[in-house]
């Protein structure tokens, strides 16, 4: 019977894997691929997964480009309200579960308390300090003002980009659509029908009705 000969892979151990891969499930999951190009990593063994550490990017934000080396645990909340001190964007429960942290990249509302920064490189952010044209509020902004549909106004931010996208995609919503579109965001306050009512004025007046 003959003998098969088994090669010895030196094994990665706990402290490097999530040390490289920030710790998380997602990191883990998908840091390898993100970071396949990156520029500064840590040296490894042979027979062991690369553990990279971080990764020069460039995105624009709020129409303005910012080129910035970042590690692979952080997140695009991170980025912005540490790095780029737009802290408009809030940090609540920071597990994607109450929008408040709510940004459109490339148009498109994300999470950005869930989405890592190196995700990031090469797209278009907006953030509730970029819908502004000046001194003239973006026409959901000034509804919210006008119809009070905040309270605390820690959970605007999001409620607001949330809304500006939807509204974009779908200029004459009805009730129900408005609520199953902003069901992602969460107002500890309760104030749900003052919001709901400022989208429905934000839809009219930018309809020009």
Same mark, same amino acid.
């Given at each position: ?7 010895? +892979?030196?094994? +990665? ?5 999530? $040390? ?6 997602? *990191? ?27 990764? %020069? ?6 129409? %303005? ?5 970042? !590690?692979?645990? !952080?997140? /695009? ?10 802290? *408009? ?6 597990? #994607?579960?109450? *929008? #408040?942290?709510?940004?459109? +990249? ?9 989405? /890592? ?15 502004? !044209?000046?001194? $003239?509020?973006?026409? +959901? %902004? ?18 607001? &980009? ?43 007046? &930018?309809? #020009?009705?």
């Amino acid at each position: 019977m003959e003998k098969t000969e088994h090669k010895k +892979v030196n094994p +990665v151990s706990r402290r490097d894997f999530i $040390k490289g891969f920030g710790g998380g499930a997602v *990191g883990a999951a998908i840091a390898p691929k993100l970071l396949a190009q990156e520029v500064n990593s840590i040296q490894t063994k042979r027979g062991e997964i690369p553990v990279y550490s971080r990764k %020069q990017i460039t995105l624009s934000v709020n129409d %303005q480009k910012h080129t910035l080396l970042v !590690e692979s645990r !952080e997140t /695009l909340l991170d980025v912005l309200r540490e790095r780029l001190n737009l802290t *408009g964007t809030k940090r609540i429960c920071n597990q #994607g579960e109450c *929008g #408040g942290c709510t940004v459109l +990249v490339d148009n498109k509302p994300i999470y950005a308390c869930l989405y /890592l920064a190196v995700l990031a490189d090469g797209k278009k952010i907006k953030t509730i300090e970029g819908l502004a !044209e000046g001194d $003239k509020l973006h026409p +959901v %902004q000034q509804t919210f003002i006008d119809y009070d549909g905040y309270q605390c106004g820690f959970c605007t931010p999001g409620f607001i &980009m949330a809304a500006t996208q939807f509204l974009q995609s779908n200029p004459d919503p009805s009730p129900g659509e408005i609520q199953k579109a902003l069901s992602g965001n969460i107002c500890r306050c309760g104030n749900y029908v003052r919001i709901h009512k400022s989208v429905a004025e934000a839809a009219k007046k &930018m309809r #020009g009705v």
